[in-house]
C-alpha cells in the first residue's frame, strides 16, 4: 500500500483500490492471498515429511514389502539431482516385487 497526500493509503499496482478492510476487493485479495499462503505453507510441510518419512523407510525402519506413496511423492523432486542413482532405485523396485512374486513361507515340511 502507498500513502496518498490526503493521508489515505491505496494499493500501489491498482490505485482505484484502497487498502481497508471494508472495501470489498481489498478484502476478497487479501484473503485469496493468505488462502494461497496457507497452501504453499501446507504442500511444503507435507513434502517434509515425506521426504523424513522416505528417508526412513529407505534406511530399513519401516517394512519395505511396498513402496509407499511418501516415497513416490519425494522420488519425483529429486529426480535428475546430483547423488540420484536411477539403478539403485530400480534394484529396490526389483528385490520388492521378487519377494512378492516369489515369497519365503520356511523350509518345505
Wanted: proline letters at 6%; glycine letters at 6%; a neutral charge.
Amino acid at each position: 500500500c502507498a500513502a496518498r497526500d490526503d493521508g489515505s493509503r491505496v494499493m500501489q499496482l491498482a490505485p482505484e483500490v484502497p487498502c481497508d478492510f471494508e472495501d470489498a476487493r481489498y478484502s476478497f485479495m487479501f484473503k485469496v492471498a493468505c488462502g494461497g499462503w496457507c497452501n504453499v505453507s501446507l504442500l511444503v510441510s507435507v513434502l517434509s515429511v515425506c521426504v523424513w518419512k522416505s528417508y526412513y523407510w529407505q534406511s530399513g525402519a519401516y517394512n519395505r514389502s511396498k513402496i509407499p506413496v511418501f516415497v513416490a511423492a519425494v522420488e519425483v523432486s529429486t529426480m535428475g539431482m546430483r547423488g540420484h542413482v536411477p539403478e539403485l532405485r530400480e534394484r529396490v523396485f526389483f528385490n520388492i516385487v521378487a519377494t512378492q512374486t516369489y515369497p519365503s513361507t520356511g523350509l518345505p515340511e
